[in-house]
């Protein structure tokens, strides 16, 4: 029969005499009398405990989870005889608080209020198991809700809203790149085409003011020739260009026109009359030009 006992660190035994309760061996040599009954009864253990408990319960929308709780606590050293005597299996007490806490509150949270109502939880859970486990000896450091598992099937499905969700919002944000990029590219051709308008405007402009200055030096420089003329063989020989052009341009396309000796004639008649009904046009638009102003200045 052994007359001593060394306890270890944070370790404390729990020494009776004729089965009942004497003193407490701390960390170190203790002496024991056995002749006078000493025993070791057993052992607590000081150290900070976490104790997992898995608990399955329903939600308010009928949906079956399991929630995991860990509870950290520890024996109070003033209470050793409380904690030691008063229960039988400390987990088992402890076990049973949280499944009633957390079936007492889950019920009546929405499947997904309880992810984000994780901490209300674990305060409940806490806050129950301080008022209950204290008489007994034992304090209660933290709680925790480490994990929330709902049914395989649920998860699947959650998942897959989640999946849509996210996809109905790429498709969107793609559907808005693409109006972006349709509107730049329209944005750049009305751009481009209202910059090559311009060119345009400005090449025929530069044309009119050389053929005005070929017109007026040709009539300087000729006698008996008039502007309209001028003009005339300046069109034709425009036109026999653009036959030339038509000819000996790359790639173009074959083009049928009439064409004859008797053409370049109606080509100019063609142009004269252009001439004399834009004449006729500006005539009738300057009313002093018209018949009853001139019978009136006669």
Known sequence: MACFTCPGQATVGMVERFGKFARAAHPGFNLLIPCCGERVAGTLSLRVQQLDVRCETKTRDNVFVTVIVSVQYQVVKDALYDAFYKLTDSKSQIRSYVFDVVRGTVPKINLDDVFTTKEEIAYEVKDQLTKSMSTFGFMIIQTLVTDIEPDQRVRAAMNEI???????????????????????????????????????????????????????????????????????????????????????????????MPHSPATVADVAGQIRSGFMQAQAGSAGLNPAHSPMNVGMQR
Do not use: P
């Open 162 to 256: 989640n999946a849509a969700s996210r996809m109905r919002v790429a498709a969107v944000e793609k559907a808005e790149a693409e109006k972006i990029a349709v509107v730049k590219a329209a944005e750049g051709d009305a751009e481009s085409k209202y910059l090559q308008g311009q060119g345009i405007a400005r090449q025929r402009q530069a044309i009119v003011n050389g053929l005005r200055e070929s017109v007026l030096n040709f009539e300087r420089d000729v006698n008996d020739i008039s502007s309209r003329d001028v003009i005339e063989m300046m069109m034709i020989t425009q036109y026999f260009d653009m036959l030339k052009d038509i000819g000996v341009a790359k790639g173009s396309s074959t083009v049928f």
